[in-house]
């Protein structure tokens, strides 16, 4: 059974930068996909991030490319969330979460929260304008 606990965030002026982390626990093997996701106020959780078919491929939210770099550690026992250029539309509550990776075969299943079972108990990023 895999264990997340997600942390780093915190609260910036836009423009600013954070980083957030996710220790990663029981994923023998890389049998698990991680990413993050995040759900700002009153909307729905949406991906932001991610590995995904279990090749090491990544995945990004059009909203956040060229903002937002993904990484793992060489174990995976710990995955983050570079987070450069912030501005107030990134302010949400952010999560990582793990699937079996032959779920995340496509971008449409590794970008779904409907497709993970584990779930950090999340962070929360606040930009201010």
């Known amino acids: 059974q895999v264990e997340l606990a997600d942390s780093g965030g915190g609260s910036v002026p836009a423009g600013g930068s954070l980083s957030l982390s996710c220790a990663v626990s029981g994923n023998n093997d890389n049998y698990y996909c991680v990413g993050w996701f995040r759900q700002p106020p009153g909307k729905a959780r949406e991906g932001v991030a991610g590995?995904?078919?279990?090749?090491?491929?990544?995945h990004y939210a059009d909203s956040v490319k060229g903002r937002f770099t993904i990484s793992q550690d060489s174990a995976n026992h710990a995955l983050y969330l570079q987070m450069n250029s912030l501005i107030p539309e990134d302010t949400a509550m952010y999560y990582c979460?793990?699937?079996?990776?032959?779920?995340?075969?496509?971008?449409?299943?590794?970008?779904?929260?409907?497709?993970?079972?584990?779930w950090g108990q999340g962070t929360q990023v606040t930009i201010s304008s």
């Open positions: 979460a793990a699937a079996p990776c032959w779920m995340t075969l496509n971008t449409n299943a590794a970008r779904s929260p409907e497709t993970y079972n584990y």
């Open positions: 590995f995904y078919r279990g090749d090491g491929s990544t």
